[in-house]
């Protein structure tokens, strides 16, 4: 059974944007930390950016200053705008939920969503 799916995934040329959205049950949005990961071809997958319950985030020395992690609890759903994106950026990238708190081993999550592919050309 899904419990996360990931959508917003494309397409794009190196410099531009893209918005992935994650949504969800409201049993998993209420959870402490919610994240998202990203896997390249041959690579092991790596922490993006997290946000807690709270609000508080945290990114990945790659995503810093390029990258917004965000979260409507309303509408259960989480959101990663990427700007000024490179052809490093290019990978499957998954959201995560995990009822401990950080920092967290990617064996601590609980929900996975099945993933959304971005590829960035140059």
């Known amino acids: 059974q899904v419990q996360l799916v990931e959508s917003g995934g494309g397409l794009v040329q190196a410099g531009g944007s893209l918005r992935l959205s994650c949504a969800g049950a409201a049993s998993i949005f209420s959870l402490n930390v919610m994240s998202w990961f990203r896997q390249a071809p041959g690579k092991q997958r790596e922490m993006v950016a997290d946000?807690?319950?709270?609000?508080?985030?945290i990114y990945s020395d790659s995503a810093k200053g390029r990258f917004t992690i965000s979260r409507d609890n309303a509408k259960n759903t989480m959101y990663l705008q990427m700007n000024s994106l490179k052809p490093d950026d290019t990978a499957v990238y998954y959201c995560a939920a995990a009822r401990g708190f950080l920092p967290l081993g990617i064996g601590e999550y609980d929900y996975w969503g099945q993933g959304t592919q971005v590829t960035v050309s140059s």
């Open positions: 946000i807690t319950k709270g609000g508080s985030r």
